[in-house]
């Protein structure tokens, strides 16, 4: 009270909602007036910070906090009253007559949609120092996923407008979610190395900010351990992206400019795109207002599964259920061994890789109703059985994928299955971490997120007709995995099925010694027989036919040693780099037409 003279009116009303709240412990121990004024004050401006950044402010922070924590005390199940079973959806196999037929629906509707990047976190699994869009895809060529990402939505936005003969070609909007601990070097990325090719003004950073920590049962908030003006504050999760997306506004700017869907994704998923195209044409053609995209998954797998819960009271609905809630789940309702394999050998729960597709008109009249507010979660890790004090401070927490629990029945949601060779490869844990992985499961490491890109080029190339070697198997990191041919290419030379088809034709056999870099749209192999390494750049009207056959002594797939510091972090979390011994390079760039053949 005797230092409220500090403050401005509105910081005294936020003083007072305080006292209200139970929260009086923050300031009990406040000098006096005169004494650290300037620190009193920045106090009072991090809670009208923390106050404007939640759905209902601090006083539904704590009343949420309130009720969660005393859910979790009592040990209260969230899907008590519900039962697991298997939902259906839409399971797609690369490369038939269906696949094709959604790729074209989507590239077709590419054009209205906004792509938004989830982009906050810190990745603690994967010890990276660095922000993980930063990190390499493949070492090929070095593309990093921010990258891959935007070249991936240039190259869409492209095939989109060309396949609707539009005159006037809709940009793509490209949204980041960063973080304080994102934000600076995501931006830095950008701008070092001219927003890849994007416009600035088609990329929005909007950065989600922590929320306060809590220390009891009664969501006292907690102070800073080092900082006793401050409260304490950490990640709320990347379901902050919706109430962040609603607040900025984009969302109306969107549907006034036409768009239809809004498609979010993660940050280390270098497979992701060649997805895209067919999961937008479910989208499209199912009208779904939620599609989520999954892949098969091993039972206790670390992603969620989609599961249909149905309640005893007659509610219904197809969400995602966390990896750790799932197995639980299944043992209370009925099902002895838990989330285990079924015959053929995975979950009958499709594993969620947390791409979802929304359209965007029900997705603004649902946020309209719900301020972007996703349900949440706390998980504090209690002292003892008492449940009455915590090891460290907690925080509510939200996930993107649990939109749709606040959905009406009415709403479509579906969900699209997705060959995990062609769709999912993570990178999120460290080299110790991946080596530990149980036999079968995936390592989800640097090392297999860029094999995976190789196996899921040399496939569909085979799928075009190439003859592509059987791949080797090789160990790095303490991690068994399959060496393919290092092929890989730009999403301008082919995003689509059709597309990348149309671009190889009569014999051609790749090598498994070989790496093959395609940087450019019109490259066409016709009878080309690759043992070595060949990288072909080319100018957008440089059109380059490549045949016959070219052998050289190639690049050699070394392995190193993750713990020799000598090397650079980004090649020794995936334990090999490439050893450049010989190779054909041959760059384009002048328009026109080229033969090359050796
Ligand atoms: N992220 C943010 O932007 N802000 C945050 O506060 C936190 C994260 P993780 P997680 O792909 O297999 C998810 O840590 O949360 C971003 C799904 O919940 O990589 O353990 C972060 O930058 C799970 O169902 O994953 O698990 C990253 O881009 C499953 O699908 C993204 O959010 C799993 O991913 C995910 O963060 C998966």
């Not at 976190?121 to 660095?130: F, S, V």
């Not at 990329?203 to 009891?216: I, M, N, R």
């Not at 249909?308 to 789940?329: A, F, K």
């Amino acid at each position: 009270v005797k230092n409220l003279h500090l403050l401005h009116p509105d910081q005294i009303e936020l003083a007072k909602m305080l006292v209200d709240l139970g929260q009086s412990h923050l300031f009990q121990h406040w000098p006096e007036p005169g004494v650290e004024d300037e620190q009193k004050k920045a106090f009072f401006a991090q809670v009208a910070k923390l106050n404007s950044n939640y759905p209902g402010g601090l006083a539904s922070y704590v009343k949420n906090a309130r009720e969660l924590l005393a859910d979790s005390k009592e040990g209260k199940n969230p899907y008590d009253g519900f039962t697991p079973s298997v939902p259906t959806g839409e399971v797609l196999s690369f490369g038939d007559n269906n696949f094709i037929k959604f790729e074209e629906a989507g590239v077709k509707e590419a054009q209205n949609a906004a792509f938004v990047l989830v982009a906050g976190g810190l990745g603690e699994r994967l010890g990276y120092n660095g922000i993980k869009v930063a990190l390499p895809a493949e070492t090929t060529t070095g593309t990093c996923f921010l990258q891959l990402y935007i070249e991936s939505i240039l190259a869409l936005q492209g095939a989109s407008s060309r396949l609707s003969h539009a005159t006037s070609p809709k940009v793509i909007p490209f949204v980041i979610m960063t973080s304080d601990d994102t934000h600076a070097r995501t931006l830095d990325l950008l701008e070092s190395n001219s927003y890849f090719g994007m416009k600035p003004t088609q990329v929005h950073l909007l950065k989600q900010e922590k929320v306060a920590c809590l220390e009891d049962n009664d969501a006292r908030l907690a102070l800073d351990p080092h900082d006793k003006y401050k409260i304490q504050t950490k990640p709320h999760g990347h379901g902050d992206v919706h109430s962040l997306l609603y607040s900025s506004g984009l969302l109306n700017v969107w549907r006034d400019a036409g768009l239809r869907w809004v498609l979010f994704f993660q940050d280390t998923n270098g497979l992701l795109f060649k997805a895209i195209p067919a999961s937008l044409g479910v989208s499209a053609l199912k009208h779904y207002h939620v599609n989520s995209l999954a892949v098969q998954r091993k039972a206790k797998e670390a992603i969620g599964g989609i599961t249909r819960l149905t309640h005893s009271d007659g509610r219904s609905m197809v969400i995602n259920v966390e990896y750790n809630q799932l197995d639980p789940l299944l043992r209370a309702t009925g099902h002895p061994d838990g989330d285990a394999n079924c015959e053929t050998g995975y979950s009958p729960f499709p594993g969620n890789i947390n791409q979802l597709i929304l359209e965007l008109g029900p997705y603004i009249e649902e946020l309209t109703k719900t301020g972007g507010a996703i349900k949440e979660f706390v998980n504090p890790k209690y002292k003892d059985a008492s449940k009455t004090s915590f090891k460290s401070s907690t925080r509510l927490e939200c996930m993107m994928q649990d939109y749709p629990k606040t959905l009406p029945p009415s709403a479509r949601v579906g969900f699209t299955v997705i060959d995990t060779w062609l769709a999912y490869a993570p990178v999120k844990n460290n080299p110790e971490d991946a080596a530990k992985v149980p036999k079968g499961n995936p390592y989800h490491s640097a090392t297999s997120g860029e094999m995976a890109i190789y196996r899921a080029n040399s496939h569909i190339l085979q799928k075009a007709g190439v003859q592509v070697e059987d791949p080797v198997k090789q160990v790095f990191n303490g991690q068994e995995v399959e060496v393919w041919p290092r092929i890989t290419w730009k999403p301008i030379w082919g995003l689509t099925f059709a597309e990348i088809k149309s671009k190889v034709s009569g014999n051609c056999s790749i090598s498994q010694r070989s790496t093959l870099a395609l940087k450019g749209r019109s490259i066409l192999l016709q009878n080309l027989s690759l043992d070595g390494a060949l990288i072909i750049n080319t100018v957008d009207g440089a059109k380059v036919k490549v045949g016959g056959s070219i052998q050289n002594k190639g690049w050699i797939v070394e392995s190193i040693d993750y713990k020799d510091t000598s090397i650079a972090e980004e090649l020794r979390t995936r334990g090999f780099r490439m050893k450049k011994v010989e190779g054909l390079e041959e760059t384009y760039n002048q328009p026109g037409e080229f033969s090359l053949k050796p």
